[in-house]
């Protein structure tokens, strides 16, 4: 079973940025895909970013050219460096690890608030 905790959360002001982290318990090479996404109040979850086990990215249209997806097999982490955040990045954000052979992982998430 691989645990799956995601920290960096907090508030900022429009315009600032945030760093989340995606640490899990056992390696994460054999998981083809991590993800970040983000649950607003009322609204589904949706995808923010994802990044391959060879290093491919997908981000929403919405956070391209802000947010950075990038993970540390030697360290098992994922991070999501979020850059020009805008009140309606706010949500809780989680991380997903995926394969096709051990299935869905996801985090507990964590609060991301962008407001002044």
């Known amino acids: 079973q691989v645990q799956v905790v995601e920290s960096g959360g907090g508030l900022v002001q429009p315009g600032g940025s945030l760093s989340l982290s995606c640490a899990a318990s056992g390696s994460i090479v054999s998981f083809n895909t991590m993800g970040w996404y983000r649950q607003a109040p009322g609204k589904q979850r949706e995808l923010v970013a994802a990044i391959t086990r060879g290093g491919n990215t997908n981000y929403a249209d919405s956070v391209k050219g802000r947010f950075t997806i990038s993970r540390d097999n030697a360290k098992n982490i994922v991070y999501l460096q979020m850059n020009s955040l805008k009140p309606e990045d706010t949500a809780v954000y989680y991380c997903?690890?995926?394969?096709?052979?051990?299935?869905?992982?996801w985090g507990q998430g964590t609060q991301v608030t962008v407001s002044s």
């Open positions: 997903n690890l995926y394969s096709p052979y051990r299935g869905d992982y």
